[in-house]
């Protein structure tokens, strides 16, 4: 069974950065599409960036230039690099692993952007 647990979550000042972690178990991490997600209070959970086995990235479009997600595979490592971060970056963050079929999800981070 996969999981996934994550980490680097915190308290930032808006233009602050923070890199989020995601350490993968249980199969085999290169398999996978690796993702990270965030829900912010009252919203909707939404896809914030995604990384390929070949390391083709996508992100939406309210990071690009901000975020970088990278992964380590023999780590079995997902990251999430957060720079110029702004007070509507505040959320929980999730990591996604998706294979096919499945999908697996991890407990989350808070991330909160304030002065």
């Known amino acids: 069974q996969v999981q996934l647990v994550e980490s680097g979550g915190g308290l930032v000042q808006p233009g602050g950065s923070l890199r989020l972690s995601c350490a993968f178990s249980?199969?085999?991490?290169?398999?996978?599409?690796m993702g990270w997600y965030r829900q912010a209070p009252g919203k909707q959970r939404e896809w914030v960036a995604t990384?390929?086995?070949?390391?083709?990235?996508e992100y939406v479009g309210s990071v690009k230039g901000r975020f970088a997600i990278s992964r380590d595979n023999a780590k079995n490592t997902v990251y999430l690099q957060m720079n110029n971060l702004k007070p509507e970056d505040t959320a929980v963050y999730y990591c996604?692993?998706?294979?096919?079929?499945?999908?697996?999800w991890g407990q989350g981070t808070q991330v909160t952007v304030s002065s």
């Open positions: 990384i390929t086995s070949l390391d083709i990235t």
């Open positions: 249980g199969s085999i991490f290169s398999d996978y599409i």
């Open positions: 996604n692993a998706q294979r096919r079929t499945e999908a697996y």
